[in-house]
């Protein structure tokens, strides 16, 4: 089962800072790496797939990279409706499929 | 629009039965595999099953396997997850998902609102 370790666990900025979230796997997943935001009390949202592709309508302001081990979420300049719990997930050997333990992007 | 909404939640005792069912609309069902994804309150997302969108290959987690079983009917376009024996550690809300593959898994392009799985005396 491939292990992947989410950093930090939490993440204090200030509206239109930049943020810059961590996603390490125990073993390489290529490119195949998601990342997905929920905010409480509802479903998660899928942001990026396969490391940097953007899903329909999420904004430019969020962008992913990385690949191998080693991966990155990058949040721009942060707006209001950014501060949510951030997942990532692979899908390079599955079953299972695996989830990070998530990073809080909670307000200054 | 795709929609999925789950049902079926409720408190349980330990060691006992439920079943959960999500009814999905607004794509062609059969085309996609589907995923249980479960919450554990405050706690981080964990995958639970997965099924095929001919519903002939399932997959499950390890700390469910045995003991919950995947299905779907491409004819009700609906998602099932019967779990029985259950456990205190089940308690969870518990997503349907769509994964945007057909017999691969991959990721989960839409999702439920969930539904609350209590297991308690």
């Known amino acids: 089962e491939i292990v992947l370790t989410q950093s930090p666990a939490t993440l204090s900025l200030s509206l239109g800072e930049r943020a810059t979230l961590s996603c390490r796997a125990s073993?390489?997943?290529?490119?195949?790496l998601a990342w997905y935001q929920q905010k409480p009390g509802q479903a998660p949202r899928l942001l990026i797939s396969d490391a940097s592709n953007r899903a329909p309508g999420i904004p430019a302001r969020f962008s992913g990279s990385g690949s191998g081990t080693d991966f990155t979420l990058i949040i721009s300049s942060l707006e209001p409706e950014d501060f949510a719990v951030y997942y990532c997930q692979q899908r390079s050997n599955w079953p299972p499929l695996t989830f990070g333990g998530g990073t809080k992007v909670e307000i200054k | 629009e795709v929609q999925l909404s789950e049902s079926g939640g409720g408190l349980v005792q330990p060691g006992g039965s439920l079943r959960l069912s999500c009814a999905a609309s607004?794509?062609?069902?059969?085309?996609?595999?589907m995923s249980w994804v479960r919450q554990a309150p405050g706690k981080g997302l964990e995958w639970v099953s997965a099924?095929?969108?001919?519903?002939?290959?399932?997959y499950y987690a390890d700390s469910v396997r045995g003991r919950f079983t995947i299905s779907r009917d491409n004819s009700k376009n609906t998602l099932y997850l019967q779990m029985n024996t259950l456990r205190a550690e089940d308690t969870a809300v518990y997503y349907c998902?769509?994964?945007?593959?057909?017999?691969?898994?991959?990721?989960?392009?839409?999702w439920g609102q969930g539904t609350l799985v209590t297991v308690s005396s």
């Open positions: 099924i095929s969108g001919s519903g002939g290959d399932t």
């Open positions: 073993q390489s997943v290529t490119s195949y």
């Open positions: 998902a769509q994964d945007r593959g057909r017999s691969a898994l991959y990721y989960f392009d839409y």
């Open positions: 607004g794509f062609t069902f059969s085309s996609y595999a």
